[in-house]
């Protein structure tokens, strides 16, 4: 389902303009000239992009007024697509299927063992593994800025692929919350945010675009892999399906090695960086170090503020029909062969809602967009309250139509607001910061709607439960635009000049996100 946060944290690969006129007016123009070799070179080793990288130092080199970084727009990017598309078909694919891996979980745990507070232990183990991918989040973005896309991505899906494949050598419940809870879930995060991030350095105009390749190929993977869990995991046992899951992630691995960034950091920009840190004492280095990965600026805004509480809110029972529909129905109209259609349906309108509103997102200036992300909320919370009054099989089906509809146009949404909120700059730390608060809501959902199915003996309160939160999201979300204009308004009444709102051009330290050093001559 979450194979779709891409477009904020991508367009946070792009360089701001205003920070390159900045460093520009340092250096005289002289020397400005005498840099347009090096710049060309730069942009030459990074294939496609050599003809944008050296226009863009020409254009410096006359003028002396920097020129925004232009991306490629394809090329060799259309093979990261590819790459991106894999990572989020794989790794949202399974944990979507959680219904059924939960279903096996409980017969491999045994029918006899009669414990009453078995579903709630069970929901634990999914709940933990996506838990992980949101708390992971701001961690992430540190690693990505630090050490790149490429090696980030890699080493996620090695842990990833680790966790998935000791889940089949136990059968215990508390070592599968740390094999596929905790190792799964955090390496899924690690391998899944880069994916976001490196589109940015290959696309800008044609991003929409990228996103939604990325979005309807994942499906390709998300939406038939229920049908194959349900259809081969009761043939080769949970053991064996956990191992063949585990091949996904061992393709990830080398997948992960397209992740090569056209972005270099200036030399000039590390030189400055490291001689002004040479003049501190160590308490000033640290905390320089300190606020230069953990930029919490962000905050600053209060619409930020406002809309990440209003997202965290809303996904509180967001996985609750992902996990219990298919427990849900087996037990409501004894349905145990055709239970797989349910997730079918959410994956396949998931990805039908993200192709669609990618463009239509592209459409709708500034923060109206959140209006979009609004109604998908509303709708999502009645459709969930709406599952208990069904009186047949085919009711929930369309249910389930409807609420991936919703659900792939709430998640597309939410890079492109993050994007408007805070600028390219920030939008990878902004998204880091957003998936981390989103973790606890997140985790606790699942087991909560468990609880309630053994306290009430059915899900019914579980599905009104999770109904609730979405609403109340999506009303405190519908303020975003109203403060971001009365903030406008102020602005413009203080300065005396009709101005709009510019992002801060604040640069992760002086690294550009998701391109270190390491990784700019490989």
């Given at each position: 389902?979450?194979d779709?946060?891409?477009?904020s944290?991508?367009?946070?690969g792009?360089?701001?303009?205003?920070?390159m006129?900045q460093?520009?007016?340092?250096?005289?123009?002289?020397a400005?000239?005498?840099?347009?070799p090096?710049?060309?070179?730069g942009?030459?080793?990074?294939?496609d992009?050599?003809?944008?990288?050296?226009?863009?130092?020409?254009?410096?080199g006359?003028?002396?007024a920097a020129?925004?970084?232009?991306?490629?727009?394809?090329g060799?990017?259309?093979?990261?697509?590819?790459?991106a598309?894999?990572?989020?078909?794989?790794?949202?694919?399974?944990?979507?299927?959680?219904?059924?891996?939960?279903?096996?979980?409980q017969s491999?745990l045994?029918?006899?063992e009669?414990?009453?507070?078995?579903e709630?232990k069970?929901?634990?183990?999914?709940?933990?593994?996506?838990?992980?991918?949101?708390?992971?989040?701001p961690?992430?973005?540190?690693?990505?800025?630090?050490?790149?896309?490429?090696t980030?991505?890699a080493m996620?899906?090695?842990?990833?692929?680790?966790?998935?494949?000791?889940?089949?050598?136990?059968?215990s419940?508390?070592?599968r919350y740390?094999?596929y809870?905790i190792?799964?879930?955090?390496?899924?995060s690690?391998?899944?945010?880069?994916?976001?991030?490196?589109?940015?350095?290959?696309f800008?105009?044609?991003?929409?675009?990228?996103?939604?390749?990325?979005?309807?190929?994942?499906c390709?993977?998300?939406v038939?892999?229920?049908?194959f869990l349900?259809?081969?995991?009761?043939?080769?046992?949970l053991?064996?399906?956990?191992q063949?899951?585990?091949?996904?992630?061992?393709?990830?691995?080398?997948?992960?090695?397209?992740?090569?960034?056209?972005?270099?950091?200036?030399?000039?920009?590390?030189?400055?960086?490291?001689?002004?840190?040479?003049?501190?004492?160590?308490?000033?280095?640290?905390w320089?170090?300190?606020?230069?990965?953990?930029?919490?600026?962000?905050?600053?805004?209060?619409?930020?503020?406002?809309?990440?509480?209003?997202?965290?809110?809303?996904?509180?029972?967001?996985?609750?029909?992902?996990?219990?529909?298919?427990?849900?129905?087996?037990?409501?109209?004894?349905?145990?062969?055709?239970?797989w259609?349910l997730?079918?349906?959410?994956g396949?309108?998931?990805?039908?809602?993200?192709?669609v509103?990618?463009?239509?997102g592209?459409?709708?200036?500034?923060?109206?967009?959140?209006y979009?992300?609004?109604?998908?909320?509303?709708?999502?919370?009645?459709?969930?309250?709406?599952i208990?009054?069904?009186?047949?099989?085919?009711?929930?089906?369309?249910?389930?139509l409807?609420?991936g509809l919703?659900?792939?146009f709430f998640?597309?949404?939410?890079?492109?607001?993050?994007?408007?909120?805070?600028?390219?700059?920030q939008a990878?730390?902004?998204?880091?910061?957003?998936?981390?608060?989103?973790?606890?809501?997140?985790?606790a959902g699942?087991p909560?709607?468990?609880y309630?199915n053994?306290y009430?003996?059915?899900y019914?309160?579980?599905?009104?439960f999770?109904g609730v939160?979405?609403?109340?999201?999506?009303?405190?979300?519908?303020?975003?635009?109203?403060?971001?204009?009365?903030?406008?308004?102020k602005?413009?009444?203080?300065?005396?000049?009709?101005?709009?709102?510019?992002?801060?051009a604040?640069v992760n330290?002086?690294?550009?996100?998701?391109?270190?050093?390491?990784?700019?001559?490989?």
């Amino acid at each position: 389902m979450w194979d779709r946060l891409r477009g904020s944290r991508a367009a946070g690969g792009g360089r701001s303009a205003a920070a390159m006129a900045q460093r520009d007016e340092k250096v005289p123009a002289a020397a400005a000239g005498e840099s347009e070799p090096g710049a060309g070179a730069g942009a030459a080793g990074a294939g496609d992009g050599a003809g944008a990288g050296a226009g863009a130092a020409a254009e410096r080199g006359q003028s002396g007024a920097a020129a925004p970084f232009q991306p490629p727009e394809g090329g060799f990017g259309w093979v990261v697509v590819f790459a991106a598309a894999w990572c989020n078909g794989s790794i949202f694919g399974i944990h979507n299927s959680f219904g059924i891996l939960y279903m096996m979980l409980q017969s491999d745990l045994g029918e006899g063992e009669k414990d009453p507070a078995l579903e709630f232990k069970t929901a634990w183990v999914g709940s933990l593994a996506m838990g992980m991918i949101f708390f992971c989040s701001p961690i992430v973005s540190i690693f990505t800025d630090r050490i790149g896309c490429r090696t980030t991505a890699a080493m996620g899906a090695t842990i990833a692929f680790i966790g998935l494949l000791s889940s089949s050598f136990t059968k215990s419940l508390e070592v599968r919350y740390f094999t596929y809870g905790i190792l799964f879930g955090c390496g899924s995060s690690f391998a899944f945010q880069p994916s976001l991030v490196i589109l940015g350095h290959y696309f800008k105009r044609r991003l929409g675009l990228a996103n939604g390749i990325v979005a309807g190929g994942s499906c390709l993977i998300s939406v038939p892999l229920p049908f194959f869990l349900k259809m081969v995991g009761g043939a080769i046992g949970l053991a064996h399906t956990f191992q063949v899951l585990s091949a996904l992630m061992l393709i990830q691995i080398f997948l992960s090695m397209t992740y090569r960034p056209i972005l270099t950091p200036s030399c000039d920009s590390q030189h400055d960086g490291h001689d002004k840190l040479g003049s501190r004492s160590m308490r000033q280095q640290c905390w320089a170090q300190t606020r230069k990965y953990f930029n919490l600026r962000v905050f600053r805004r209060k619409t930020y503020r406002i809309w990440a509480f209003g997202i965290a809110t809303a996904v509180l029972g967001y996985l609750v029909p992902y996990m219990n529909l298919v427990k849900y129905v087996e037990k409501r109209f004894q349905e145990t062969k055709k239970d797989w259609i349910l997730l079918v349906c959410l994956g396949a309108m998931s990805g039908l809602g993200r192709l669609v509103s990618g463009r239509i997102g592209d459409c709708i200036p500034g923060l109206k967009k959140i209006y979009l992300q609004v109604a998908s909320f509303m709708l999502l919370g009645l459709l969930c309250m709406m599952i208990p009054q069904c009186r047949g099989f085919e009711g929930v089906i369309v249910i389930c139509l409807f609420l991936g509809l919703c659900d792939g146009f709430f998640t597309t949404i939410m890079a492109p607001i993050a994007f408007e909120l805070v600028g390219p700059m920030q939008a990878s730390q902004a998204i880091g910061y957003l998936m981390g608060l989103m973790a606890v809501p997140m985790t606790a959902g699942t087991p909560i709607a468990g609880y309630l199915n053994d306290y009430f003996g059915n899900y019914d309160a579980a599905f009104y439960f999770a109904g609730v939160p979405p609403i109340i999201g999506g009303l405190v979300l519908s303020v975003v635009p109203l403060v971001h204009q009365r903030m406008l308004k102020k602005q413009r009444l203080d300065s005396g000049k009709d101005k709009m709102l510019v992002s801060e051009a604040v640069v992760n330290g002086e690294l550009l996100p998701g391109c270190p050093a390491s990784e700019a001559h490989m």
